[in-house]
């Protein structure tokens, strides 16, 4: 079965930089993208970046485009999500989903990673 | 690249139907027959209910339906349940591999 593993809760100070992995299992990796999206506490989901899992090639929203950067790993299939110069804004839920490409849409996602930015 | 608008929220009762409307322009929802719909709950990660637009993932009850007109998309919700309950989103494709959420609405049953 399809199954995305995150890595676990993060503090952080301000200015300083997060890594999240998603470990993907239960499908071919190179046939689907990843996207992460993000929900601070109390709010809405926001879209931040897409990575094709069969070259690597991502995008990103202007918003954070500059401060975020997206790897894979395709010997372990796992997707990275890796964010600079923190600040209390960034404090979230940070999700990475399988975006099927075919059909535009997340379909299955991970658990979720907390991020507390906070001096 | 600005967030698509939803209602804040929307209620109902048990066994009637609410509409939830995500209007965004012509250079997302308006360019492309390519709107989803998610439903959270509390702690929970988002879950599709509707792809492209009207389709619905396996396993879905066809009491959610989707549709849209323009630059806005409507998500239906028929026979109301307490289950239903939740936060929704909608999302949509925004060319060059780049995607747009709504800010959500909050439906209480």
């Known amino acids: 079965q399809v199954q995305l593993l995150q890595s676990g809760a993060e503090v952080k100070k301000p200015g300083a930089s997060v890594k999240v992995s998603c470990k993907t299992s239960?499908?071919?990796?190179?046939?689907?993208?990843l996207s992460w999206v993000r929900q601070a506490p109390g709010q809405g989901l926001e879209w931040m970046g897409w990575?094709?899992?069969?070259?690597?090639?991502?995008t990103s929203s202007q918003k954070i485009q500059g401060r975020v950067t997206l790897t894979t790993d395709t010997s372990t299939n796992t997707a990275y999500m890796e964010l600079r110069s923190l600040t209390s804004d960034d404090t979230a839920v940070y999700y990475c989903?399988?975006?099927?490409?075919?059909?535009?849409?997340?379909?299955?996602w991970g658990q979720g990673t907390l991020v507390i930015v906070s001096s | 690249q600005s967030a698509l608008s939803q209602p804040a929220s929307v209620s109902g009762s048990p066994g009637q139907s609410i509409t939830i409307s995500c209007t965004g322009s012509?250079?997302?929802?308006?360019?492309?027959?390519?709107v989803s719909w998610y439903q959270q709950f509390p702690g929970q990660a988002p879950k599709v209910i509707i792809y492209?637009?009207?389709k619905r993932p396996s396993g879905v009850s066809d009491r959610f339906s989707g549709s849209k007109s323009g630059n806005t998309a409507s998500l239906t919700i028929s026979g109301l349940q307490a289950e239903d309950e939740a936060d929704y989103y909608c999302?949509?494709?925004?060319?060059?591999?780049?995607?747009?959420f709504g800010g959500g609405t909050q439906l209480t049953v």
């Open positions: 989903a399988r975006w099927n490409i075919v059909i535009n849409t997340g379909d299955f």
């Open positions: 239960g499908y071919p990796f190179s046939k689907f993208g």
């Open positions: 990575i094709s899992g069969y070259n690597g090639k991502s």
């Open positions: 012509s250079s997302d929802v308006g360019a492309y027959n390519l």
């Open positions: 492209e637009g009207s």
């Open positions: 999302c949509s494709f925004a060319g060059s591999n780049t995607w747009v």
